[in-house]
């Protein structure tokens, strides 16, 4: 090169790597560019150079780039750099932190860089005893430190990629292994594996749910970070790749907070170029890995900042005197490969119609009731037992009258051991003088050790004991000194069942892939398209019943298309919210008035004065649904369970007496495992075939299931009916006919058809007897829902004007700023700038988390220098609320009667008179059904217009067809398979009709629980404050850049 027309010689750039790294492509395409500048020498050094010629013949060079790979010397680089004192991109020392994850995570506290609350397990052998290590089955401790699983363990040597996932038993434990990529997979998913590693060091960390996605950062200095989001390996192991069979991975915008974190990794490891890994949760972020030298592949736009960067660095270090001004063209040219523009297309019609071409979805929020289940089963039993009594004090910490709960596998363990010892041999003679209640007791312990075999191994998402003290006495202490009390008497309460069945796991995952083909723009693909491009906001909530968790899990795998195993991506991707989610607590004094209004209806062949309502308004009447002959249908329903009940009993004791001849210790045949069965979505053949029930359950607890129904349903001493039931007797003939019609039970078909006719009265009247009466009822149950939907709509609203107002300004003024600072802007450099920017960022951040917080979630932003997306700025957030039937029913009552409320007499009801006709003959709100909103917001109506955004309202029946139906060859199919087809979703509006988003929160907000009366969000366990640093730590950071200890020598 020429300054003033006398020849320079050009700067040497050393590449001193492993071939195999420097060959790769991302380092040529930063090398070449380096090059068209025409101020840069580059000598690659070669393996046979580094590895076997002395340092003193290494080529000298000015600038050198070096890091370690397998096999790399480093301590012969380290010396070579001491000899030559080039200037260093990375330096050379401090790459030995990265390989031990405990010097990385000493190194990121030590800057005040956020990172997982962890714990340390030093081992010095293989297997090693260690006073300050626990392992229990839902946690481990260390030094004091509990973590409860899904905790993250790691091998402490920053090599070694083997990391585990425990997932806890009330999601089905078992292990995730994470490793380097291995053709299409990332993870492996261990179901048997409960108990932690112990022949090596590890790190125990909290795992932190980032919703399904990772965040890889690349730095370039200190003032330039790149980073892209790819799918987490911890949802199912499989590796998204494109067309060129390349991983997924697209660029994300950085908030400032994490701009400074990637500066301050950058200069805590004095690693200029730098990668590593960082996870957002919960409003905030947090670095779990730092990578030493890595590059983004496949992104010109990248290649390009990159050499634009180093060069101005070598340039400042040996060159101070030449500009390092960016010239307007830059020397090189690159045909970057024309790709395609995947558009967001919309679709012509959608589901209740058209939309206008210049509508854009901005959020889809849909509650959804859980897949098929098992009947859900109670067994309550009075216990004297002694053994039963001191399992209940071992686990209430002694407390004789405090109730236990019996969850974890250990427990359940320990009670099954008490009651196999409990139960006797063979059943008492009917004929014998053994007293009824004697036997009634002993067929309830059998019951309760059927339930505990039941399936192999235990998981208190399926089953859960109660043992409540009742009676209680005062004996002398074992030591003779005092006195203290003991119980004597307990009430035990076994549930069990409404376990989602094989047929509910295909349910929820068939719907998850009709939303992802219908719900969103783009024929199928713009779902995926979406959520890749992090401006899919997606956040799946559930309560906290087991069927429920599994349902929404089986539903994401479908809605984005995942593999494997369910429970990583039920930890992954699913929040539990049973405050909002579960419970009738608040409604359960209406819902007792309205059963007995019910039942004096049913049982008295009575019905409330129609005169006063309009013919053309069925539903206003009281107890709507009830059948006029319900009073005769009773005994002919009760007449029926009886022949079901005594055909099931013969059946069970043949089974019992299988049993007995095969059980001579507590060894008992179990001939299902549920744990394979979860991950099922076919019947189990072999079982079938074998003439047994379909599921985990034996024809003792099928017997069970049905003699209590029998019971329970008419009390033959008093001649009462008890109408509560009915829909349990409904429940359990659709089980049986869909999961058990290879039985041939006699009189089941006609029993289902009594049960129907009832059930559909009862079920839709248990929420209220009329319209007022459901609507009261049903905004007690839902108001926390309703208030988190009415959060949803007024963030995407507010969302969606400030993108409308930001890209007005920018139309108007050309000028205008984008938003954020751009990450390419090598000039902006002063120290100084950084210490002010830190000191404000605090303030500005936490406005936004307090913004976001509302929901407590993280946002992604595409950035849309790098993506290849025609609409960047596009953001679609979905919410996801699996729940149960009641809160299904309780969100439809409000929705289609708020109205009826005092405050908004002479409002018009959002659900149109057609809709209301359709809901009334819907009777039903079955396994999958589920509600659906949807905002739009037409981006030609003005801003302050009410009509800019709209409500579109659809919801669906569910699987709610008829077991019996032989007219439908779908439905027929499916019977084959022990499953029924999903409804499709139906209009609550006129097609054209227009509800504003306005008229929408007027006429929820009555029934919401405000925003304000929502828990402010909780700080995450072991974040410490990324502001919190002291003015020392500060002062070094500033200092420490430029960081290459030989820069100065050579830079004068």
């Given at each position: ?29 930063i090398l070449e560019r380096l090059q068209a500048f025409g101020e840069f020498e580059v000598v690659h050094f070669g393996d046979k150079v580094i590895l076997e010629d002395p340092i003193e013949s290494w080529p000298i060079c000015d600038c050198l780039i070096a890091f370690y790979s397998t096999g790399y010397p480093l301590k012969r680089a380290e010396d070579y750099a001491a000899l030559r004192k080039p200037f260093l991109i990375n330096e050379l020392e401090q790459q030995h932190l990265l390989h031990d994850r405990r010097k990385v995570y000493e190194r990121l506290e030590m800057y005040g860089i956020p990172v997982p609350r962890y714990a340390l397990v030093n081992r010095e052998y293989p297997n090693q005893e260690l006073d300050y290590f626990a392992e229990e089955e839902d946690f481990v401790e260390v030094h004091g430190n509990r973590f409860w699983k899904p905790f993250v363990e790691k091998p402490i ?221 109670k067994v309550k039993l009075k216990v004297t037992e002694e053994k039963l009594l001191n399992l209940m004090l071992k686990y209430n910490g002694g407390r004789p009258k405090t109730e236990t709960k019996l969850k974890s596998a250990i427990q359940l363990q320990d009670l099954l051991d008490a009651t196999r010892i409990l139960v006797p041999r063979t059943r008492p003679d009917r004929e014998s003088d053994s007293e009824a209640d004697d036997i009634e007791h002993a067929e ?609």
């Open positions: 090169m020429e300054d003033d027309g006398v020849p320079r010689t050009k700067i040497t750039l050393g590449v001193c790597v492993m071939e195999k790294k420097a060959n790769l492509g991302p380092m040529l395409q040597d920053g090599d070694d990629h083997s990391i585990m996932i425990y997932y806890p038993s009330s999601a089905g434990g078992g292990m995730k292994e994470l490793f380097r990529k291995v053709g299409n997979r990332s993870s492996e998913f261990h179901p048997e594996v409960r108990r932690v590693r112990r022949e090596g060091s590890y790190i125990y960390e909290e795992f932190m749910p980032t919703g399904g996605t990772d965040v890889k950062v690349y730095t370039v200095g200190p003032e330039y970070a790149h980073a892209e989001a790819r799918k987490s390996p911890v949802v199912d192991g499989v590796v998204m790749r494109n067309l060129d069979g390349k991983e997924v991975r697209y660029p994300v915008l950085l908030t400032p907070t994490e701009k400074e974190m990637a500066r301050e990794v950058c200069c805590a490891f004095r690693q200029a170029v730098c990668g590593f890994d960082l996870l957002r949760c919960g409003g905030r972020s947090y670095v779990c890995d730092v990578n030493g030298w890595s590059f983004v592949k496949n992104s010109y736009k990248y290649y390009d900042d990159t050499a634009c960067v180093l060069r101005k660095m070598f340039l400042d270090a040996k060159a101070p005197h030449l500009s390092s001004t960016i010239p307007p063209t830059l020397p090189w040219k690159v045909n970057e490969p024309v790709q395609q523009s995947e558009g967001l297309t919309r679709q012509g019609s959608g589901i209740i119609g058209t939309f206008g071409q210049s509508e854009e979805l901005r959020c889809v929020i849909a509650v959804i009731r859980h897949g098929d289940r098992t009947p859900k089963q309830k312990l059998r019951q309760v050790k059927a339930v505990l075999e039941e399936g192999g191994h235990f998981s208190g998402i399926y089953r859960k004991v109660q043992l409540k003290p009742l009676k209680w006495v005062k004996v002398v202490k074992n030591n003779g000194e005092g006195e203290e009390e003991r119980p004597t008497e307990a009430l035990m309460v076994l549930k069990y069942g409404g376990v989602l069945t094989h047929a509910g796991r295909k349910q929820a995952e068939e719907l998850g892939r009709y939303f992802r083909n219908n719900m969103y723009p783009g024929e199928g693909t713009g779902l995926l398209r979406l959520h890749s491009t992090y401006r899919h906001d997606l956040k799946i909530y559930s309560s906290d019943e087991g069927r429920v968790q599994m349902s929404a899990a089986a539903f994401a795998k479908g809605l984005l298309d995942l593999e494997g195993p369910l429970t990583p991506i039920l930890v992954s991707l699913v929040s539990k919210d049973s405050s909002m989610l579960d419970g009738l607590e608040n409604a359960s004094i209406e819902m007792d008035e309205a059963k007995a209004r019910l039942n004096e209806i049913i049982t008295s062949a009575t019905k409330a004065d129609h005169n006063s309502v309009l013919p053309e308004k069925p539903w206003m009447v009281d107890g709507a649904g009830v059948p006029p002959n319900a009073s005769e249908l009773l005994p002919k329903l009760v007449e029926l369970t009886k022949m079901v009940t005594e055909q099931v009993r013969l059946l069970a004791i043949d089974e019992d007496e299988e049993l007995a001849d095969t059980s001579c210790s507590y060894n008992v045949y179990l001939p299902y495992d549920q744990a394979k069965a979860l991950g099922k979505t076919n019947i189990d053949v072999d079982r079938i075939a074998a003439g047994l029930p379909c599921g985990s359950e034996g024809f003792l607890l099928m017997f069970a299931r049905w003699r209590k129904l029998e019971r329970d349903l008419y009390n033959e001493r008093k001649e009462r009916f008890d109408i509560t039931q009915i829909p349990d007797v409904y429940d359990s003939c659709k089980y049986d006919l869909l999961h058990n019609a290879h039985l041939n039970l006699k009189g089941l078909d006609e029993l289902f058809k009594v049960a129907q006719l009832l059930a559909d009265g009862v079920i839709p009247n248990e929420y209220g007897i009329n319209p007022r009466q459901k609507l009261k009822i049903g905004s007690k149950i839902a108001r926390r829902l309703l208030g988190k939907i009415l959060i949803d709509l007024r963030n995407t609203r507010e969302e969606a004007v400030n993108v409308a107002e930001l890209k007005n300004n920018q139309d108007n003024d050309p000028t205008f700023p984008i938003t954020g600072k751009d990450d390419t802007d090598y000039h902006s450099k002063c120290n100084g700038k950084f210490e002010g920017a830190r000191r404000a960022s605090f303030t500005s951040d936490m406005s936004l988390d307090q913004d976001d917080d509302d929901d407590k979630e993280t946002k992604y932003r595409l950035d849309p220098k790098y993506a290849n997306v025609r609409t960047p700025d596009r953001h679609v957030r979905t919410r996801l609320y699996f729940t149960s039937e009641s809160h299904i029913h309780s969100l439809m009552n409000v929705l289609r009667y708020c109205n009826l409320d005092e405050s908004l007499q002479g409002e018009p009801g959002i659900v149109c008179d057609n809709g209301l006709e359709r809901l009334c003959r819907t009777k039903e709100l079955d396994y999958m059904s589920y509600i659906v909103l949807r905002l739009f917001e037409d981006t030609e109506v003005a801003l302050e217009d009410p009509k800019r955004f709209r409500i579109e309202m659809t919801f669906s029946r569910g699987a709610d067809l008829s077991p019996l139906e032989s007219n439908d060859s779908e439905a027929a199919s499916l019977h084959q398979e022990h499953t029924l087809p999903i409804m499709g979703p139906e209009r609550l509006q006129e097609v054209g009709s227009c509800l504003t988003l306005e008229m929408m929160e007027k006429m929820f907000r009555p029934f919401a629980m405000p925003a304000e009366d929502f828990p402010p969000p909780s700080i995450p366990q072991g974040f410490s404050g990324y502001f919190s640093k002291s003015a020392a730590v500060l002062e070094r950071l500033v200092n420490l850049w430029p960081f290459h200890k030989y820069g100065n020598a050579n830079g004068k």
